[in-house]
């Protein structure tokens, strides 16, 4: 029982930039790894970031150099720091937390966010 509460999506011009963050709460062992992906119209859904309990991280090709991901343990909070941001961002972005079991520390299931909507117009 996880609930993936996002916040910060938005409106924002080119070359501007945006903040995102979700936080896991509920009955949980432990968090393995959280990330964004994303889901523009007409287009498949897609990783953009994700990390690790450990601190490791993963980015689309597309948005390396621009967005940065980052996580609060204590808090079971993940973040993405959107910079330069281009039209083609335009999406909707959902957080998604792979989270072992209460019962079972090994056994683990996939939680997503129901989505925040980010467009970057002019």
């Known amino acids: 029982q996880v609930q993936l509460v996002e916040s910060g999506g938005g409106l924002v011009q080119p070359r501007g930039s945006l903040g995102l963050s979700c936080a896991a709460s509920g009955s949980f062992f432990g968090i393995a790894a959280m990330g964004w992906y994303r889901q523009a119209p007409g287009k498949q859904r897609e990783l953009v970031a994700t990390?690790?309990?450990?601190?490791?991280?993963n980015y689309a090709d597309s948005v390396k150099g621009r967005f940065t991901i980052s996580r609060d343990n204590t808090k079971n909070t993940v973040y993405l720091q959107m910079n330069s941001l281009k039209p083609e961002d335009t999406a909707v972005y959902y957080c998604n937390a792979v989270i072992s079991r209460r019962t079972d520390r090994f056994h683990i299931d996939d939680y997503w966010g129901q989505g925040t909507q980010v467009t970057v117009s002019s």
């Open positions: 990390i690790t309990s450990g601190g490791s991280t």
